[in-house]
């Protein structure tokens, strides 16, 4: 089992940054691929970003260029830094793990809610 916890999340205006964070309960990143996703009320959850052990990203176009993804492997931690944030994107904004080795094993964590409001 690995459970998941984030952080981070908060009011901003639009325009703002807020960085994430996502601590994992023990090493994981090197079996898992860690993910940032968001659910706004009324909309399916969405991939927001991914990275993998060897570091590689991915970003839905809509945030290429703003938001950020990266670990801390000594921390177990995974975050993702948000710059020029959109009132679109109030979310709740989860964290997953998905493992890379058993197929259909992923974690999820509680989420956080960010606010985007003037």
């Known amino acids: 089992q690995v459970q998941l916890v984030e952080s981070g999340g908060g009011l901003v205006q639009p325009g703002g940054s807020l960085r994430l964070s996502c601590a994992a309960s023990?090493?994981?990143?090197?079996?898992?691929?860690m993910g940032w996703y968001r659910q706004a009320p009324g909309k399916q959850r969405e991939l927001v970003a991914t990275?993998?052990?060897?570091?590689?990203?991915n970003y839905v176009d809509s945030v290429k260029g703003r938001f950020t993804i990266s670990t801390n492997n000594a921390k177990n931690t995974v975050y993702l830094q948000m710059n020029n944030l959109k009132l679109e994107e109030a979310a709740v904004y989860y964290c997953?793990?998905?493992?890379?080795?058993?197929?259909?094993?992923?974690?999820w964590g509680q989420g956080t809610q960010v606010t985007v409001s003037s």
């Open positions: 023990r090493s994981i990143f090197s079996t898992y691929v």
């Open positions: 990275i993998t052990s060897g570091g590689s990203t």
């Open positions: 997953n793990a998905r493992n890379i080795v058993i197929s259909g094993i992923s974690y």
